[in-house]
């Protein structure tokens, strides 16, 4: 899309094509507030997106409302903020509309929250916001743009900057830090030289942050659209090492050169990460995370590079990270899992049938075998065993993946052994032989054990 020209705080005319249904179900609410004679706009990073051609899913409005006043015009609202003005609307559509009362602010003692704050006009308010690309306002009515900090101009420019004084908008807010990152990712924009170099000099201010906002922060990054360039730049700046120790130690570990001719653990993953597109959460990290257990594992031995059980060691360093980051026992769980099985890939060829199935019928093996696919992608590049696998799962399309058994324990108890251990090893060895194929009926298992039991 082309932009139109930059000025300061002038208001410029904006054509805009059909709108999203957020964008209508926003309108909606500015019109309400202005029948009651009340200033309301859009903006922020709906602005931006619709400028930038870019789908907009959200949209906020700021106004001269009150939150009280706000509340009383809508029957269904929800005072996430209401001290801080903030109040979400609950549109006719289902679509969820946050509503702000125009602020400044003032004091972050704890690096988040303002100390005070006082209701003003949109000049004031664009000032508190945190860079300027999210800091436009649109008149619906009138189809203008007002652009109080230089918004419009950053964004021909593809650059991210930060409103003001670039080290009082990061104290303000710590995970403005890595906003500022994934923004710059995410739109394929160059951060402002000023802003960078706050980014460098006040990283360590990102261990204020509660671990919940950066495990958030940070898998909007891995699944947004362009993973390996965020978590560059967060190593380049200095932020990865602050709450990601075991990731930034990946860089400078050599990797045998006739399987990695990409380079270390650190190049390698950021290969992979090229890769992804709009993942889901789970593989997203456990790309990130599969080698996390070569660095502290590396030997060199007999002539190369190893890394002895770094998928076990790794397994265990993904719990030890997602307890700091505080996310979901569900996805620490099923990454741990993932990276814990990585490895299991390399062999699949020369396993058994019943080895395979119960492969396939890991709860995350979808996952796994995606990763793996990425893992040779970014590397040797060979995908033998993933063609194989693909074959197993065709050939088995139409079977569940961990048949019925052909015997339980009642079958087994009834030729006369008693309770204990031996009915579980024979239940154990009928089901591999059933995956193997070697027996295919309930009377064939039968027959099996009372062969074994008169053998035993």
């Known amino acids: 899309m082309v932009l139109p020209a930059a000025a300061a705080t002038e208001r410029i005319v904006l054509p805009l094509p059909a709108l999203a249904p957020a964008e209508v179900a926003g309108d909606r609410v500015i019109s309400r507030l202005r029948e009651e004679g009340h200033a309301a706009l859009r903006v922020g990073g709906c602005i931006r997106d619709r ?5 907009v899913a959200d949209v906020d409005v700021a106004t001269s409302a009150l939150p009280a006043q706000v509340q009383d015009l809508f029957p269904r609202t929800y005072a996430v903020g209401a001290a801080f003005g903030v109040i979400i609307v609950h549109a006719d559509n289902g679509i969820d509309i946050e509503v702000a009362t125009f602020r400044e602010e003032r004091g972050y003692a704890d690096g988040r929250h303002p100390d005070e704050i006082r209701f003003a006009g949109p000049a004031e308010d664009a000032q508190r916001r945190d860079f300027t690309i999210n800091a436009l306002y649109y008149d619906p009515p009138a189809g203008t743009l007002l652009d109080f900090t230089g918004g419009l101009r950053d964004l021909q420019r593809g650059m991210v900057r930060a409103i003001g004084d670039p080290a009082a908008r990061f104290r303000e807010d710590g995970l403005r830090l890595l906003r500022a990152v994934r923004f710059a990712a995410e739109l394929g924009f160059e951060l402002d030289p000023a802003t960078a170099a706050a980014v460098t000099e006040l990283a360590t201010g990102l261990e204020r942050i509660s671990a919940e906002r950066v495990s958030t922060e940070l898998t909007r990054m891995l699944t947004g659209r362009a993973p390996a360039v965020a978590l560059r730049r967060l190593s380049e700046l200095g932020l990865l090492k602050h709450w990601l120790p075991e990731v930034d130690a990946m860089g400078g570990v050599c990797q045998p050169p006739q399987f990695h001719p990409e380079g270390d653990v650190w190049q390698h993953t950021l290969a992979m990460l090229e890769l992804l597109r709009g993942a889901s959460e789970t593989l997203a990290w456990a ?10 594992t590396f030997e060199f031995r007999d002539g190369r590079e190893r890394f002895p059980r770094h998928a076990r060691v790794g397994a265990d360093a993904v719990r030890d990270i997602f307890g700091r980051l505080r996310a ?6 099923d990454v741990a899992e993932i990276v814990a099985n990585h490895m299991s890939f ?6 058994r049938p019943a080895t395979i199935r119960r492969l396939m019928a890991r709860p995350t093996f ?5 990763l793996h696919r990425l893992d040779c992608l970014a ?5 033998d065993n993933y063609v194989f696998l693909l074959d197993q799962i065709a050939a088995r399309a139409a079977e569940p993946a961990i048949p019925p058994p052909l015997l339980t324990g009642d079958d087994v108890l009834a030729l006369g ?5 031996r009915v579980g090893l024979i239940l154990r060895e009928v089901q591999e032989r059933q995956l193997n194929g070697e027996l295919r009926t309930s009377q064939e298992a039968l027959e099996w054990a009372k062969a074994w039991l008169k053998n035993d």
Do not use: I, N, Y
């Not at 790309?287 to 502290?296: E, R, S, T």
């Not at 979808?366 to 995606?370: G, T």
């Open 51 to 55: 400028l930038l051609g870019r789908t």
């Open 287 to 296: 790309v990130l995370l599969h080698d996390v257990g070569k660095p502290p």
């Open 328 to 333: 979901s026992r569900q996805l620490a769980d």
């Open 346 to 351: 390399a062999d699949v060829d020369k396993m």
């Open 366 to 370: 979808a996952d796994e075998l995606e």
């Open 379 to 383: 590397s040797h590049g060979k995908l």
């Open 417 to 421: 052994l008693p309770p204990g251990p």
